[in-house]
């Protein structure tokens, strides 16, 4: 029997399947990805009848089927992700998401995109504690503490908790450039309002005792790709945040995503994954440092100053989202949309390897598409990296992408081996 957590891939009837293209939930040591969920009947394939409220009301219920099926509870979601179509239709989506989280709510992303798969007013995802872990025929207690923390030093919400701690990662809420004190937006254009959003997630750090170096992923939701470039002149004086992160150039791992909307009419929108040495009870407290944070690139993937390719942390690594570059010349690979996802899966697979590990090892696959009609082409090229449709996925139109791209593409991949402190 082997003492490393396995991939362990699920899927229920009870939800719409991924028609072997993915599954619908994969567990890896201490944590459930589930493929994004479209307002689908299970019985019959189809969107719901009906409006916004339906089609959000059907999201979660194939959500809810899915963890039910794992034995889990919806109190196990520690993080969810709401897409929509339309800004406006948030206040709607929030009716019905009170109903599923009456009391606990966890972290929270809600972002409206330029479309989504099956022309869906809304697709929602969420990531769920896994307390027994993945060692086959070995469950652990499953009895870890999920921690949930609210400082009133950043912007509070009724509909999510700040930050959501299970095992070994601090999942934050999507952090909007709302000034703490007032509840309103920052003043100015959008480097104020990146610097917002950054300065609101290290309140949040600060508060549970994490350094902003502790940070592994990076998700920024941008209203105007153009605007790219502003925010990474704010960004770089975020990162390294301290004097050992900047003797390494430490950036974590990252992704730019062009949001047809977002909350507030906001400009910049951003999301962090965090590391979290000491674990959650009851773990053993370990010294922060007893798990370490292991950068990596490659030569053989394109490179950026501004993130780095993987960030392996405990079981998890973390991968920026690769555009179709070919990596000797820095350019768009030639072709259409087929030939580009086929380079972004290329890229990823370089770093993948690159790390000793295999494409089996991908538990999660996000798919941001500049045209949604592209994804019968997009799975040709899909199907030949992941022949037996294994990783859990998501799938978004956006309006833009970094250098014009058709496609960009970010997985998140099993470390069954850990960081341990260096020898």
């Known amino acids: 029997m082997s003492n490393y957590n396995a ?19 994969v567990a890896f040591s201490h944590y459930n990805n589930l493929s994004a969920q479209l307002p689908i009947e299970p019985k ?20 809810e089927s899915i963890v039910n099926s794992i034995d889990h509870v919806m109190s196990d979601i520690v993080r969810i992700t709401v897409f929509v179509k339309d800004i406006k239709d948030v206040d709607a989506v929030d009716e019905v998401y009170k109903t599923f989280f009456p009391t606990y709510v966890p972290s929270r992303t809600t972002v409206a995109v330029a479309a989504l ?75 104020e309002q990146a610097g917002q959003c950054l300065t609101n997630i290290k ?18 939701f941008l209203k105007n790709l153009s605007d790219t470039e502003a925010v990474n002149e704010v960004y770089t004086t975020f990162f390294p945040d301290s004097a050992i992160a900047r003797a390494v150039a430490y950036v974590p791992a990252r992704t730019v995503v062009a949001a ?10 951003i999301e962090a994954v965090v590391s979290h040495g000491d674990g959650t009870p009851p773990q053993a407290i370990e010294d922060r440092h007893g798990i370490v944070i292991w950068a990596n690139n490659t030569e053989n993937a394109p490179k950026s100053s501004l993130s780095t390719q993987t960030v392996a942390f405990s079981h998890y690594n973390n991968l920026s989202a690769q555009l179709p570059l070919d990596p000797k010349t820095g350019e768009l690979v030639a072709g259409g949309v087929k030939e580009q996802a086929e380079q972004c899966l290329k890229n990823i697979k370089a770093i993948v390897e690159s790390i000793d590990h295999v494409m089996d090892d991908v538990v999660k696959v996000n798919i941001f598409l500049k045209n949604i009609a592209d994804m019968d082409a997009v799975d040709e090229a899909y199907k030949t990296f992941f022949p037996g449709g294994i990783p859990a996925r998501r799938t978004v139109g956006v309006s833009a992408l970094p250098q014009d791209a058709l496609i960009q593409i970010d997985a998140i991949v099993a470390n069954a081996e850990g960081t341990p402190p260096k020898a």
């Open 7 to 25: 991939v362990s891939a699920k899927n229920t009837e009870n939800a719409p399947n991924g028609n072997g293209l993915y599954s619908q939930t």
């Open 44 to 63: 019959t394939g189809k969107l719901v009848a009906g409006g916004i409220k339906e089609q959000a009301e059907q999201c979660f219920k194939n959500i």
């Open 117 to 191: 798969p099956m022309d869906a007013m809304v697709q929602i995802e969420a990531l769920v504690s896994h307390g027994e872990g993945t060692i086959p025929n070995a469950p652990q207690a499953g009895d870890l503490i999920k921690l949930t923390n609210n400082t009133a030093n950043a912007p509070t919400s009724p509909l999510s908790t700040q930050t959501v701690s299970f095992s070994h990662y601090n999942n934050l809420s999507a952090q909007l450039p709302i000034n703490p004190k007032t509840g309103r937006l920052v003043t100015g254009g959008v480097k």
């Open 203 to 220: 309140t949040i750090l600060e508060s549970i005792d994490v350094p902003f170096d502790d940070i592994v992923k990076i998700n920024i």
């Open 260 to 269: 047809s909307a977002l909350p507030m009419d906001a400009l910049v929108q």
